[in-house]
């Protein structure tokens, strides 16, 4: 149904108002046009402004009066206005970012005549009238129209700065988006005699196709030869690719000035044509809390690379996690898309790898070591002892796998180096999940832990978990069938897990989990009433088991032994 077959009354306000303005004498003529089977309505509208007859139609949107009707010529075309967009609508003051319902087309028509009227206005010396831009967009809607865009990082920048005189060879990596951008990164500037060649460090060496070779640099000054090829309007483009190369003009070619903060850039074409190319700002505010300043000089081990190992990875790289050591045997297949945070681009290589460049892409100074086999499997044990001995040198495993036997290591690990673990679980389901962690000399073992959860779970006061919760996975077999869960379940597991393993790299003193445990649920599910339904475990009686001591606390005390 239409809106103006919900809202009969509306439409009939609306051809009152319409009725009104032509009393008034300024608004001559105006022809509705109802349009049921297509449920669209406009109004061919004939009115004075600005001095002439304008021949205009009002437009009403379907989700009226929600929105604002649209007022445009109807001859193609025309131009009116200084603010009038490219479709030729008038950009009024009654707009969409203004819209309240109590307005009406008639106050649209209103807010027309009122900016043509003073645009057409000429004062006493001959001036003619201009009404001010309020005109608030944000720099990528500024961006829309700009294909040609430009990225120098302020390092690069500071770079040419710093060299002075002389004109260099820009090093670029392109990337062509379909039918928005082609975006070019400045990646280095060629060396000289007195200069070594210099490489932007912080970008990612497989971001973009290299483009080098067609593109110059320099700092330039008001009045000089290449100054003039950056401003000029008319030069061609061979003279303007003289002015900074030697080299003749190819029919392609990129030409960047430095003039104090100001960057001038321009692309030359083969057909002869100086386009403009935008510089995209850098920007280098800071959104991460200062307390994640202790990530950059941690490594940490992902222990499995799949739904949850991923995106926990990718969300400590993004706070500023500083090195990685990757361990997953598996590789990536079409069904791990639907939850994994790799894409269709890894499917078929190594989980590990394909996270690793994942990671680098990200942060390009981010150090990445892999161990490409199964933490628990058939291997050679000189092979499994250079993964332990890896993860001893870690400040932190992170445990993923679901897998039991790589859980009964790491928590080997964990216990016989101090170092902490923390691990996380979705419930089969995906109902919920838990975390967990184990700090040495502070929590007890993370296998003692996780048998405390296991306890906890089988508490007689709570219902039989669903079937298909499948808790204990991690205990079960490596080559059980698949957890059910959807992306938004893994993914709000791993978010919690994340911040978990970030807390347990602070002090003892500094953390915000009072608890080592906690039960999350999503849904009104089993011992959960409400969705964020989370319920903690007290973990802190528990004791770290050891056979050795088990056994000597069975001898009676007066047994004596000899060596």
């Not at 036997?405 to 838990?434: H, K, L, M, N």
Request: proline residues 5%; contains cysteine; glycine residues 8%.
């Amino acid at each position: 149904m239409t809106w103006f077959e919900r809202r009969p009354r509306r439409l009939a306000h609306e051809r009152d108002a319409l009725a009104a303005l032509i009393q008034e004498g300024w608004v001559k003529a105006a022809d509705w046009v109802v349009e049921v089977k297509a449920g669209t309505v406009h109004v061919n509208v004939d009115f004075l402004g600005g001095g002439q007859l304008r021949q205009a139609r009002l437009e009403y949107p379907f989700i009226y009066p929600s929105a604002p009707p649209r007022l445009v010529p109807r001859e193609l075309g025309q131009r009116w206005s200084e603010h009038q967009w490219g479709t030729q609508e008038l950009c009024l003051q009654i707009r969409a970012d203004t819209w309240i319902k109590s307005l009406d087309g008639a106050d649209v028509l209103r807010s027309a005549r009122k900016l043509l009227d003073t645009e057409g206005s000429v004062d006493e010396v001959g001036q003619r009238g201009t009404v001010p831009s309020e005109h608030n967009f944000t720099d990528g809607q500024l961006l829309r129209w700009e294909y040609a865009r430009l990225v120098l990082s302020d390092e690069l920048l500071n770079e040419v700065r710093r060299r002075g005189d002389g004109i260099w060879i820009l090093d670029l990596r392109v990337t062509h988006f379909k039918d928005r951008a082609c975006v070019s990164l400045g990646v280095g500037l060629s060396g000289s005699p007195t200069q070594d060649r210099w490489t932007d460090q912080t970008i990612p060496k497989s971001i973009g196709t290299p483009s080098e070779g067609g593109a110059r640099i320099a700092n330039v000054q008001i009045g000089d030869p290449r100054f003039e090829a950056l401003t000029s309007h008319d030069m061609p483009c061979n003279e303007r690719w003289a002015a900074f190369s030697s080299i003749p003009f190819s029919g392609f070619g990129i030409i960047v000035g430095l003039i104090g903060d100001h960057v001038l850039a321009k692309f030359l074409g083969s057909d002869n044509q100086t386009h403009d190319i935008i510089k995209v700002l850098m920007d280098k505010q800071q959104r991460a809390p200062d307390r994640n300043s202790i990530l950059k000089g941690k490594r940490i081990a992902i222990l499995g690379c799949g739904s949850m190992g991923s995106k926990v990875a990718v969300s400590l790289a993004r706070m500023g996690m500083g090195g990685f050591f990757l361990v997953d045997s598996d590789f990536l297949q079409v069904g791990n898309l639907e939850r994994n945070e790799l894409d269709w681009a890894e499917v078929g290589a190594h989980k590990a790898d394909a996270l690793r460049d994942r990671l680098r892409r990200i942060n390009a100074q981010v150090t990445v070591d892999r161990w490409v086999n199964h933490l628990g499997g058939q291997t050679t044990s000189a092979a499994l002892e250079t993964c332990l001995a890896t993860l001893k040198a870690c400040d932190l495993i992170i445990e993923t796998t679901g897998s039991g036997q790589g859980f009964v290591y790491a928590s080997g690990v964990s216990e016989d180096a101090g170092v902490p673990i923390v691990w996380g679980r979705v419930f089969g389901g995906g109902f919920g999940g838990y975390i967990a962690r184990s700090r040495p000399s502070i929590e007890a073992s993370a296998l003692d832990v996780r048998n405390a959860i296991f306890q906890w779970f089988k508490s007689p006061e709570f219902p039989p978990p669903p079937a298909d919760a499948a808790i204990d996975y991690a205990a079960g077999p490596d080559d059980q069938q698949p957890m059910i869960a959807d992306d938004a379940d893994v993914s709000a597991i791993s978010a919690h897990l994340t911040q978990f393993a970030a807390d347990t790299l602070r002090s003892a003193h500094e953390s915000d989990y009072p608890q080592s445990v906690y039960v999350i649920g999503f849904r009104k599910e089993w011992i959960f009433e409400q969705p964020f339904d989370t319920r903690p475990i007290d973990v802190s009686a528990v004791k770290t088991s050891d056979v050795a001591e088990e056994e000597d606390a069975q001898v009676p005390p007066s047994r004596e032994t000899t060596v």
